[in-house]
């Protein structure tokens, strides 16, 4: 297989795999609240509602904050299952790690930017406001039109719904922002105390 078909098998194959992973282990196993998949449902569904497509949890830096991290862990865990093919096919494997890295980007972006995601994302943003039992891809809604998991919408049930959230969004990011402040305090002074704890215990280790 040439290098080209290689690489476009791998990304397309990252494509696909986003609709079942959403669905059957974020939403599936994420509804248990005690889940290690529970941040996606209870968080992240639940901080995009509130203010309009953006999460406060993409304000701040992955490794501060505990559901951006299991997201990052996640994509870099799925991507590593892979590496063994590198091997024989490191084209196809390179397809999958570009895959990962446009979700990871526009997934982020959508959360950031709710315009930028009403216009290019609309799919996802279908997912979280319209309808979360439906739309389960997020780069790319063509799988769900393809199995029947994007229903149609009205033009102008579309841009009833961007300017309900727009509005929202508007209303309520100097909120998101605020929150997202502290809690990077919060987070910061957690890490603190970690760093601090672990000095003190292996400054005591070291004087026996």
Excluded: C
């Amino acid at each position: 297989m040439s290098a080209l078909l290689q690489f476009a098998a791998g990304y397309l194959y990252a494509k696909a795999v986003e609709n079942p992973t959403h669905k059957y282990i974020l939403h599936n196993f994420g509804k248990n609240k005690d889940s290690i998949w529970g941040f996606h449902f209870h968080d992240h569904h639940k901080a995009t509602t509130k203010y309009g497509m953006l999460d406060p949890a993409y304000l701040v830096s992955w490794w501060m904050h505990p559901s951006r991290a299991k997201e990052v862990a996640s994509l870099a865990a799925g991507f590593a299952a892979h590496l063994p093919l590198a091997k024989k096919y490191p084209y196809f494997v390179l397809g999958v790690g570009v895959g990962a890295l446009e979700y990871y980007y526009k997934h982020k972006k959508a959360h950031l930017d709710p315009e930028w995601a009403f216009e290019h994302l609309q799919n996802h943003v279908k997912h979280h406001l319209e309808d979360q039992n439906n739309y389960w891809g997020v780069t790319s809604g063509l799988i769900d039109k393809l199995v029947g998991t994007a229903p149609e919408m009205d033009p102008g049930e579309w841009e009833e719904l961007r300017l309900f959230y727009m509005k929202r969004y508007n209303a309520m990011k100097g909120k998101a922002e605020e929150m997202a402040k502290q809690q990077y305090k919060e987070h910061t002074e957690k890490l603190k105390e970690s760093l601090e704890g672990l000095t003190d215990k292996l400054y005591s280790f070291l004087k026996k």
